[in-house]
Nanobody
Framework: VQLVESGGGLVQAGGSLKLSCTTS????????AAWFRQAPGKEREFVAT??????TSYADSVKDRFTISRGNEMTVFLQMNSLKPEDTAVYYC????????????????WGQGTQVTVSS
């Protein structure tokens, strides 16, 4: 499964961005999908996940600000509102055959990432 992220950019604190994750070869709807992020000098961390049945789960740091959703069978989104400077990171889309795991090691497929920078 090849994943491609888009939608990153530079935004002021309090602003919004919507990230997209798209696959061109196989349907993403048969996998759990997730977003992770990695800030400079830090480990990659879980952000949000959505199961095949649309069950969602979020990291505490983004709950009530970020929303993960599915579009068509090949797309997953991450709507990010009320952005903070600490949200600055490279955001990665990932796919898993599991239910809706939060652990990085359970994801077999990864995109290349998209940079999100939030200025104060």
């Amino acid at each position: 499964v090849q994943l491609v992220e888009s939608g990153g950019g530079l935004v002021q604190a309090g602003g919004s961005l919507k990230l997209s994750c798209t696959t061109s070869r196989r349907t993403l709807s048969t996998y759990a999908a997730a977003w992770f992020r990695q800030a400079p000098g830090k480990e990659r961390e879980f952000v949000a996940t959505i199961s095949r049945s649309y069950t969602t789960s979020y990291a505490d740091s983004v709950k009530d600000r970020f929303t993960i959703s599915r579009g068509n069978e090949m797309t997953v989104f991450l709507q990010m509102n009320s952005l903070k400077p600490e949200d600055t990171a490279v955001y990665y889309c990932a796919a898993s055959s599991g239910f809706a795991p939060r652990r990085l090691v359970e994801y077999s497929y990864w995109g290349q990432g998209t940079q999100v920078t939030v200025s104060s």
